[in-house]
């Protein structure tokens, strides 16, 4: 190996198959050869220049590979779930970094690492900075020493381990919304609760599937691709309505049906479009929870009536990626789920069909593609 190939995205619309020399590795740092990547949705607005980033840069962020090589301190220097890595090991990587653990944010709100504004992301640093392999559509990845590395368990195939970042954000933005229990008997996620998804693209179908892993009740989803939402029962949705065939008084009316005509205990908007979190204020019930996780990017506003919010009494949830950790039971579930959890990997491709994979991302024949570098 005289090289490392990456796919380096230029600027929004053109991204290129590009030599990188291997770098010699820090004491506190490791080499990672990478083994699988997800493309996601944040990589498609990106291409399309709906994200501000500094180009150029190595997309790729839901991923896993094997441990290269491994410098003598990053044992010592990286936070490492699973015991100590050595060369060989499957392992998965959060895309943020280490907090930096003096900001306002890090002081105050040390359980929400995700807050930190001196973190870097792994799939969002421009590759300018030496050594510039900070993405997974690369051969190989750089991890500096202020890396979140997880050791994978015996079990969990590399494939499905890319799943562990969408996966986190589906679960963190559960999260959010559990029930504080029995004082607080009919408040938040609990078993048997009543849940409405609005969306179910990867993050939405993540969603479902960890809602079903919980043991909730009706699991109602909606969305405007037939595909999707037939796929959506596999992961146990038990509800099923196409916003494309019926209307928005008909919806309402039809969830309400499913509800003892009160609304959902639960709505999470997963489909990032600002008439959704309008209509998933209108349908959650008074003393329910609206859990806000499709807005990643910024599609615009919505008009809502402060009125209304008030008077339903109804906790409205803001989730913003996820700490770390959250990777933890990401690998539980994926480790031991009974959901057909690879079927969401509808298309595989080579790093020489990058820009096709990304082209088809978020399209109705494409759940998710995984890429082998």
Known sequence: M???????MLKPGEIVLKDFSIPQIEDDAILMKVAAVGICGSDKHMFTGKMNVTWPLI????????????????????KIVGGNLKEGDAITVTPGSQSCS???????????????????????????????????????????????????????SLQRATLCEPLSVAQRAISRG????????G??????VRCLVMGVGPIGLLVVATLRSMGVGEI?????SKERLDFSKKFGATQLIDISEVGVEDRKDKILSLTDNVG?????????????????????????KLIEVGHYGDPGSVDIRPHQVCNKDVDILGS??????????????????????????????????????????????????????
């Open 320 to 373: 913003w990626a996820y700490p770390q950790v959250q990777f933890e039971p990401a690998i539980e579930m994926l480790l031991r789920t009974d959901l057909p959890i690879d079927d969401i990997f509808t298309h595989k491709m080579s790093l020489e069909n990058i820009q096709q994979g990304i082209e088809i991302t978020g399209t109705s024949e494409c759940l998710k593609v995984i890429v082998s570098p």
């Open 220 to 224: 109602i989803v909606v969305d405007a």
């Open 59 to 78: 997309p790729g962020h839901e991923l896993s590979g094997i441990v290269e090589k491994i410098g003598k301190n990053a044992n010592n220097t990286m």
């Open 187 to 192: 408040e938040g996620i609990g078993i048997g």
């Open 264 to 288: 959902p205990d639960v709505v999470i908007e997963c489909a990032g479009a600002p008439s959704a979190f309008s209509e998933g204020l209108d349908l959650v019930r008074r003393g329910g």
């Open 2 to 8: 005289s090289k490392i190939v990456a796919a380096e």
């Open 178 to 185: 559990l029930s504080p229990g029995i004082p607080n008997a």
């Open 102 to 156: 003096k900001c306002w944010y890090c002081v105050h709100v040390p359980h929400r690492p995700q807050l930190c504004p001196n973190r870097t992301v792994f799939g969002f640093r421009t590759s300018k900075d030496f050594p510039h392999l900070f993405g997974a559509f690369s051969e190989y990845m750089y991890l500096p020493g202020n890396s979140f590395v997880l050791k994978l368990p015996e079990g969990l």
